[in-house]
């Protein structure tokens, strides 16, 4: 009777070694799958439909801003590598270069000047100059047919001679702008008469991380 408990509770404890055994084996692969998963890279290059096409250099940029387009989004990169990502909006019309087309320029640009630094939020400019006033800022989509700069300005110059520099295409003179606006509303979706819109709150924050001379390429 002795032996055959002693024998019993050793056929336990086996058991119960087997179980805990397995469980470890468990816990460690599923640690060692999320560890996989953690530290996987995005690809970036498959975002931007391959940067590298446009200019290899753009992993020694250390800022680099690129408007996606088709998606209503803005990038701010260092190195090639993502840093901040914004909701835009770009033009109602599609994109384009040509004068009086309010369609919005694709490829490379710097930013040739800032305007508006300490400003107060929804200052309202024209011309470049703020009018005095602060933009009602409108939460809700709705197109009120005015096409209100507000808060900044990033004044674009194009570097692509025939496709956004010189006669006929140059975004500089047509006054394609990165900036805020009054319609907060309709950002994510195109609504602008040829800029880059961006949250009052948004391009405040862009207008501190970026210089003249950083470069924005519209894709």
């Known amino acids: 009777m002795l032996k055959e408990q002693l024998f019993e509770n050793i056929n336990i404890k086996y058991?119960?070694?087997h179980k805990f055994i397995k469980f470890s084996a468990l816990l460690m692969s599923l640690f060692l799958f999320s560890c996989t998963v953690s530290y996987e890279k995005p690809n970036y290059k498959l975002?931007?439909?391959n940067l590298e096409d446009i200019s290899k250099d753009y992993v020694n940029l250390d800022?680099?801003?690129v408007v996606k387009v088709n998606t209503q989004e803005?990038?701010?990169l260092n190195k090639g590598v993502i840093k901040e990502k914004f909701s835009i909006s770009t033009s109602l019309y599609g994109t384009g270069s040509e004068v009086n087309s309010y369609k919005t320029p694709l490829g490379r640009h710097v930013i040739a000047e800032k305007i508006g630094k300490n400003l107060p939020f929804g200052a309202i400019l024209k011309g470049r100059e703020w009018t005095g006033s602060i933009a009602n800022i409108i939460k809700e989509p709705i197109d009120t047919?005015?096409?209100?700069?507000?808060?900044r300005i990033l004044w674009l110059k194009g570097l692509e001679e025939g496709l956004n520099l010189g006669p006929g295409v140059d975004s500089m003179s047509r006054y394609i702008y990165i900036h805020g606006t009054a319609e907060e509303g309709l950002i994510g979706k195109p609504a602008s008469d040829g800029c880059v819109r961006m949250y009052n709150s948004d391009?405040?924050?862009?207008?501190?991380?970026?210089?003249?001379?950083?470069q924005v390429w519209i894709l």
């Not at 047919?145 to 808060?151: A, P």
């Not at 391009?203 to 950083?214: A, E, P, Q």
């Open 15 to 17: 058991k119960m070694k």
């Open 47 to 49: 975002m931007f439909d």
């Open 63 to 65: 800022k680099l801003i």
């Open 74 to 76: 803005l990038y701010f």
């Open 145 to 151: 047919e005015f096409d209100i700069v507000t808060s």
């Open 203 to 214: 391009v405040i924050y862009l207008f501190k991380k970026v210089d003249t001379n950083t």
